[in-house]
């Protein structure tokens, strides 16, 4: 007999049939849990790319980037964007480094001014390598060069659409004189 403050137990025949079924709820949830793209606030990185010869955009004078080839590669998500760039045919300029930003506006031949500013996360407030991406390259010998960022902030195709190429090196105010080249970004 029950006492009434009890529940009723179920019989032994009841449990073995609901262990089963608790087993294979308990394996879908986890299934969905690891196959999530959401994983703990954490999201997928997108990747960057590009690859190909400079646009240019001087087409008034010859300059050491033109015919010169590119490859970046990277990824941007998490909060961090990571970039790497190599440059290949800038010949004669061994130990020449050129300054190379990413910008906010597209690659247009002949015009420079078409990529706009560099993107900076602050808006322009403060400008250094931690608040825009600077990829200065140094040319060796065989007219090549390889550059790396990263920084603790995110880009995509709405905010950044180039890298761009400059004369000098760049400055600590994030001056690197004439435009040459630009590269158009690739997301995803």
Same mark, same amino acid.
């Given at each position: ?98 300054? #190379?930003?990413?910008? #906010? ?45 990263? #920084? ?37």
């Amino acid at each position: 007999m029950q006492s009434r403050g009890n529940p009723p137990r179920p019989s032994t025949r009841t449990r073995r049939r609901a262990i089963p079924a608790l087993l294979i709820a308990t394996a879908l949830v986890l299934t969905a849990v690891i196959a999530s793209p959401v994983d703990a606030g954490h999201r997928r990185s997108t990747p960057i790319r590009g690859a190909g010869e400079w646009i240019d955009v001087r087409l008034d004078i010859e300059d050491p980037t033109d015919g010169a080839r590119y490859v970046v590669r990277g990824r941007t998500g998490s909060g961090k964007t990571k970039i790497r760039l190599q440059v290949a045919g800038i010949e004669g300029q061994r130990g020449r480094t050129f300054g #190379v930003h990413v910008h #906010v506006g597209p690659c247009v031949e002949g015009d420079g001014a078409a990529a706009g500013p560099h993107f900076n996360i602050t808006g322009g407030d403060v400008v250094s390598p931690e608040t825009e991406i600077w990829l200065g390259v140094e040319i060796d010998r065989r007219g090549r060069g390889r550059s790396r960022s990263r #920084v603790e902030f995110e880009i995509n195709a709405d905010i950044a659409k180039s890298i761009v190429i400059h004369e000098q090196p760049t400055a600590p105010d994030g001056a690197a004189g004439a435009r040459l080249a630009c590269l158009p970004l690739q997301f995803g």
